[in-house]
């Protein structure tokens, strides 16, 4: 008898989830196609009020992508050149990549090492009048401390914006990521948990002006057809993608379920081996990414890929250290917890679709590591 071979896991495999729902998602796609309609149409409109309702806002406008709900929502709260916006350096650049897009400079706060989001004491210390806005990250799924950043912020009367990319669905006191900021950002870039077959992006609020002129900017700036109130952007999604969400809305409770149930089996294994990686798997985290940190990061993921374990880095290069920070004031940001924590930060396999043999196969090298004491 050959011996079974060891398991490789993915960091990620789109095609169960599209598998496991494809007659779904097939009737959705067909309902497009007879339609005879294929932007901003009935589908959009559907999606955007059941997103909406999901989320607890009245308001939802779809638009092509995350980083376009990020300009978008700038844009609407008044955000231009000379302005300064507050965010954290550590999540991507997305938000970045937009402060940018309108001509702003970005402000960049250190993060609180335990949830690696946004630190409000720091927010606290270096919101100056010339800060027009701030963006929260709610990063890896976990919900930034909104109640302590919307005080700063409040405070200062400065709004503040949810980037929810990674955190669909998560809640505080029942309330949902996308319902406290002035104007709250999705993506639905198909790894998201709530994913689309393609780009697709959303802004939620509870604000009818904000919502009214961000609906206007994702569209020429028109305020009717043809007519031009301002100068706005394209940035609309399509019908088939929103009939894709539509069919999807519905399981990314039980998806967010499953992804906290793996989330807490890694911790389970992890925390008994004295390792830095996520406690608390209540409402607040729909473990978007699990991700652990460590001194010896690069030698755990090499070892768990010559195990078969792939393990990716969210993310390894500060916004303020990459190559296009160069020669800006942001460049020169003091974040000594966002710098450590990119040398320690290693992303392993969490996804609704994992089966449990993949799991397991990851416990059991972690442990194996753990025990080897590489990975602490
Ligand atoms: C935290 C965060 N913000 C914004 C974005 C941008 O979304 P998109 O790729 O749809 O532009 C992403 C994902 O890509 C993200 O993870």
Redesign the pocket.
């Known amino acids: 008898m050959s011996p079974t071979p060891p398991i490789s896991v993915a960091l990620n495999d789109l095609l169960r989830q599209t598998t496991a729902l494809q007659h779904e998602l097939a009737a959705s796609v067909n309902r497009v196609l007879a339609s005879g309609w294929y932007i901003l149409g009935r589908e959009c409109a559907a999606f955007e009020a059941e997103f909406a309702a999901y989320c607890g806002v009245p308001h939802c406008i779809t638009v092509a ?6 300009e978008l929502a700038l844009r609407g709260l008044g955000v231009g050149p000379g302005d300064t916006v507050a965010t954290v350096a550590n ?2 650049g ?2 970045t990549t937009a402060i940018r897009a309108v001509g702003a400079e970005p402000l960049y706060i250190d993060i609180d090492p335990s949830s690696m989001n946004m630190s409000a004491a720091d927010l606290a210390g270096r919101l100056t009048p010339a800060v027009r806005a701030v963006i929260a ?3 890896y799924g976990r919900m930034a401390d909104l109640p302590a950043l919307l005080a700063v912020a409040g405070r200062a009367a400065v709004p503040l914006v949810e ?1 929810c ?2 955190a669909h669905g998560a809640a505080i006191g029942g309330r949902k990521a996308g319902s406290w900021g002035a104007l709250a ?1 999705f ?3 198909p790894t ?1 948990n709530l994913g689309a077959l393609g ?3 959303a802004i939620t609020t509870n604000d009818p002006q904000l919502a009214q002129r961000v609906k206007s900017l994702r569209q020429y700036g028109w305020n009717g057809k043809y007519r031009c109130a301002e100068y706005g952007r394209n940035s609309r999604m399509d019908e088939m993608q929103a009939a894709i969400l539509r069919a999807k809305l519905p399981h990314l409770d039980g998806w967010n379920a499953r992804r906290r149930q793996i989330a807490a089996t890694y911790s389970a294994a992890l925390a008994a081996n004295g390792v830095d990686c996520p406690r608390d798997f209540g409402e607040n985290y729909v473990a978007h990414l699990y991700v652990v940190r460590s001194q010896a990061r690069d030698r755990v993921r090499a070892a768990l890929a010559a195990r078969g374990i792939a393990t990716d880095i969210h993310y390894p290069v500060p916004d303020h250290l990459q190559q296009a920070a160069r020669g800006t004031p942001a460049a020169a940001a003091q974040l000594p917890a966002t710098e450590q924590a990119a040398g320690e930060i290693l992303t392993l396999p969490c996804y609704a679709e994992l089966k449990d043999e993949e799991i397991s196969a990851v416990v059991g090298a972690l442990q194996t590591l753990a025990q080897e004491a590489r990975v602490g």
């Open positions: 992508n995350g980083t376009d709900a990020l999540a991507g997305y938000s990250t709610h990063l980037d990319a990674q950002c993506s639905f870039y998201k780009d697709g992006g």
